[in-house]
């Protein structure tokens, strides 16, 4: 049973901006933390940003003031804005749902949406 969708990945240039949705079955999103988590080849997942069920966010330090997290409780929909993009941004991104401030999930990886960012 598939819980989470991610979608809106795609190439972009420097300095491009892509917003990506992450749909979740309703139980999950209502309670949860929801994150986007990133993996680049070579490197382990790491935390992109969360938001918790009453609006905290946190974000990693690379994309602090470029990147904004969202969520709709009427679409269950968390979204990742991203703007400012950088080379560095590549990579696949996945929607997930966890600990807040933590790398801890709670659920299986989807497949992910690719993000490329290049001249």
């Known amino acids: 049973q598939v819980q989470l969708v991610e979608s809106g990945g795609g190439l972009v240039q420097p300095g491009g901006s892509l917003r990506l949705s992450c749909a979740a079955s309703?139980?999950?999103?209502?309670?949860?933390?929801m994150g986007w988590y990133r993996q680049v080849p070579g490197n382990q997942r790491e935390v992109v940003a969360q938001i918790t069920s009453n609006g905290n966010t946190n974000y990693a330090d690379s994309v602090k003031g470029r990147f904004t997290i969202s969520r709709d409780s009427a679409k269950n929909t968390v979204y990742l804005q991203m703007n400012s993009l950088k080379p560095e941004d590549t990579g696949v991104y996945y929607c997930?749902?966890?600990?807040?401030?933590?790398?801890?999930?709670?659920?299986?990886w989807g497949q992910g949406t690719q993000v490329t960012v290049s001249s």
């Open positions: 309703r139980i999950i999103f209502s309670s949860n933390t």
């Open positions: 997930n749902y966890g600990a807040f401030k933590s790398s801890i999930i709670y659920g299986s």
